[in-house]
C-alpha cells in the first residue's frame, strides 16, 4: 500500500506539471507580446507617434518584423528586438496583436 501511495503521488504530481505547462502556454502569446508593450502600448494601442500594433493583420506584422530582422527596413531597435525571437515566437505575437481591437 505504501508504494501505491507514492505512485498516486506521483501521478498526481505529473498531472499537475501538465496543467501548469499547458496553462502557461495558453498564456504564451499574450506574454511574449507583453514585451513589445514600453513602445506599442499595451496590447498594441500605442500612444503619440509609435505605430499601434492591435488590429493589424497578423500576416502584416509578420512581414513587418521579417523587414527588421532581416535589415531590409531601418530600425533604432527593432532590427536587435526582431532577432531575439523566433519565426514561431513572432507567429504568436503577431496573432495576439491581430486578434485585438484596433486603436481608434
Do not use: W
Not at 32 to 59: F, I, Q, V, Y
Request: proline share 3%; aromatic share 4%; hydrophobic share 45%.
Amino acid at each position: 500500500m505504501h508504494i501505491t501511495l507514492r505512485r498516486a503521488a506521483a501521478l498526481l504530481g505529473l498531472f499537475g506539471a501538465i496543467g501548469l505547462a499547458q496553462a502557461q502556454d495558453a498564456n504564451l502569446a499574450r506574454n511574449l507580446a507583453a514585451t513589445c508593450a514600453n513602445c506599442h502600448g499595451t496590447n498594441g494601442h500605442a500612444r503619440g507617434d509609435m505605430k499601434p500594433l492591435a488590429g493589424l493583420s497578423a500576416e502584416k506584422i509578420v512581414a513587418m518584423i521579417a523587414d527588421f530582422k532581416s535589415g531590409a527596413q531601418p530600425a533604432t531597435i527593432m532590427h536587435q528586438i526582431s532577432k531575439g525571437y523566433t519565426d514561431e515566437q513572432i507567429k504568436l505575437v503577431a496573432g495576439f496583436f491581430a486578434a485585438q481591437p484596433a486603436s481608434k
